[in-house]
């Protein structure tokens, strides 16, 4: 059992930048691949960022390609979302994932794919 609770989501005008992070339970949360999705109103929820165990693979929707950076620390049992040059259709509720997985070149881009959810952080990006 993971316990995922996202922080460090606001309001931020059109340019700026906002580190969210995710901050897990368990002792297991190295072997879990993570990932970060996000859902507008009135629309589907859509894959943003995923990172492997290691931390040594990421992908990236490509509308945050060169402006959002995921990354992990396994210590702190932490992952975040660093994203800079918001614009306003990064408008959302981000949520975290957790997907119990050591194989790293696997590209977990579904929200069935994963097995544990955080509650999500709402991002406002005024224009």
């Known amino acids: 059992q993971v316990h995922l609770v996202e922080s460090g989501g606001g309001l931020v005008q059109a340019g700026g930048s906002l580190r969210l992070s995710c901050a897990a339970s368990?002792?297991?949360?190295?072997?879990?691949?993570m990932g970060w999705f996000r859902q507008a109103p009135g629309k589907e929820r859509e894959f943003v960022a995923s990172?492997?165990?290691?931390?040594?693979?990421?992908y990236y929707t490509d509308s945050v390609k060169g402006r959002f950076t995921i990354s992990r620390d396994n210590a702190k049992n932490t992952v975040y979302l660093q994203m800079n040059s918001l614009k306003s259709e990064d408008t959302a509720v981000y949520s975290c994932?957790?997907?119990?997985?050591?194989?790293?070149?696997?590209?977990?881009?579904?929200?069935?794919?994963?097995?544990?959810w955080g509650q999500g952080t709402q991002v406002t990006v005024s224009s």
């Open positions: 990172i492997s165990w290691s931390g040594v693979n990421t």
């Open positions: 994932a957790a997907k119990a997985s050591l194989y790293g070149s696997i590209w977990y881009q579904r929200p069935s794919d994963y097995d544990y």
């Open positions: 368990g002792r297991t949360f190295g072997s879990y691949a």
